[in-house]
């Protein structure tokens, strides 16, 4: 009677009798036999992929082969073909008209740059073979070029003026064309420039012509100016030229 009432007292102090029924967990070999499959399939990936690359290291030994072997067998035509008699001779022909040409043919260019000019005219003067300036086939006199044979020019002139103070003077700039079958000079390209400066202190300003034209042999280039003491005789800013296209 003692015992039941002493089971009854801890029944109702909210104590609960022992569980009977027995804690589940995963079956060993369950989990083991995953983890082989898992070890199975990387193995199959493994050698799928050893397997794919010996195959194209195969096919890539195999395609140099055969590709030496072909490159033989051009190289072994070409020497039977270049053996025959009659490619001999054809070969001697085309070697003997090529020492015919020449080397090289002279390209008619010249590149003339600003020089100091002496006399008042508008003619300017220049140089023609310090720094950038040359001359190739085109000849020089006078501050002209002289055109040694008829074609197609490409002719050039840029001009910087500059001053101390600002004057209302208009600048022009032209490129003139002399020859002995005309009494008069010929004006190929002009240029008139005004309100190039404003207020006072040192100005500049650069004109540029550029134009193709068809010259005969024995033609005269020169450029004219309407104030040469304003002109700058630096080579990167004032020059002229011309060359045969």
């Not at 073979?129 to 085109?138: C, D, E, M, T, V």
Request: proline letters at 4%; a positive charge.
């Amino acid at each position: 009677m003692q015992r039941r009432n002493l089971y009854s007292l801890q029944m109702l102090d909210g104590e609960n009798p022992p569980s009977c029924h027995p804690t589940t967990a995963w079956p060993v070999p369950l989990q083991e036999l995953r983890i082989e499959k898992k070890l199975g399939w990387l193995k199959i990936c493994h050698f799928v992929i050893v397997s794919m690359l010996f195959i194209a290291l195969a096919g890539l030994m195999f395609g140099t082969y055969y590709l030496h072997q072909l490159q033989q067998e051009v190289e072994g035509m070409k020497l039977k073909i270049d053996g025959t008699p009659q490619n001999r001779r054809e070969k001697q022909i085309g070697s003997e008209e090529r020492t015919d040409k020449p080397k090289s043919e002279v390209k008619m260019a010249a590149h003339l740059t600003g020089k100091t000019t002496t006399d008042h005219s508008g003619r300017l003067k220049w140089e023609i073979s310090l720094g950038h300036a040359f001359l190739q086939g085109i000849q020089y006199k006078d501050g002209a070029l002289i055109i040694n044979e008829t074609g197609q020019y490409f002719i050039y002139a840029k001009i910087y003026f500059r001053g101390m103070e600002c004057e209302t003077v208009p600048l022009q700039q032209t490129v003139v064309k002399r020859n002995e079958y005309y009494l008069h000079d010929l004006s190929l390209m002009t240029i008139n420039v005004m309100n190039y400066c404003s207020g006072t202190g040192t100005w500049g300003k650069s004109t540029f012509q550029a134009g193709i034209f068809h010259l005969s042999e024995g033609v005269q280039l020169f450029v004219s100016v309407s104030h040469p003491r304003m002109v700058s005789t630096d080579e990167l800013m004032t020059f002229f030229g011309a060359y045969k296209l």
